[in-house]
């Protein structure tokens, strides 16, 4: 009882780790990390709720929609084809608060920063629907329903239970500190954490094994949004002039096909 106790606690609290899960800070919501789940089948009702990632370059929009006609997967190649490559570096120096407190609100130059609500409430408020607050805040959201583009599930949300959906960096922190990001400034390194471009709300669960995993050894359950996904990837990467690997670009121009 003890043991799981702990296992229970180092879940929702835990840093340091591979996926990066980031504890919740005081009187705001629960934390998420760098993870994903293993690569599977297309999973999910292939339902999409999101955007066009083409059309947002921003993160403003919620979700991820699939692209399926011709003219958006050579558009999504000719963009994943502008990505960089180099060898990945060494993790050595790597820590989660080298990018910052968790889904610290106080970050410039990205969407919603500084708007009085921490990251981790903005992208729930994304991409939620029926959103519901916490009484005397417009900010501490309390339940909701999240369709995630992963896995296609549709999730029924409570912060009672928080880690049932958590905030997945896309391009994960702990593979920007080994592309460049080690050499970066703090509010650099503050940005590319909390911009909407790089954070997807998904169910926690498919969120924990994907770690600081790349294209090449880690994709979304759901196939129909690989190619999304990798969209995504690339506008985070081309965003901040961070590389990736040449196995990773491989992978990420083969989704679109």
Known sequence: MIAATAAALALLTGCGRIGDLAAEPAGQSGGGQDGGGQDGGSGGSGEDRGVNPLDNPDGTGPGLMALSSGKDKAKARDLI?????????????????????????????????????????????????????????????VTMKLYDPYTGKKIDWSKSAAAKVQIDHVMPLSYDWQMGASRWSESKRKQIANDPLNLMPVDGATNGSKGDSGPATWLPPRREIRCSYAVRFAQVSLKYDLPVTSADKDAMLEQCK
Do not use: H, Q
Request: glycine share 18%; proline share 2%; hydrophobic share 25%.
């Open 81 to 141: 084809g502008k990505v960089a490559t180099k060898g990945r570096g060494a993790k050595t120096g790597y820590d989660r608060d080298k990018f910052g407190y968790a889904w610290a609100d106080n970050v410039d130059g990205v969407p919603w920063g500084r708007n009085g609500c921490d990251t981790r409430n903005d992208m729930l408020k994304r991409d939620g629907e029926n959103v519901e607050y916490r009484g005397g805040s417009n900010c501490v959201i």
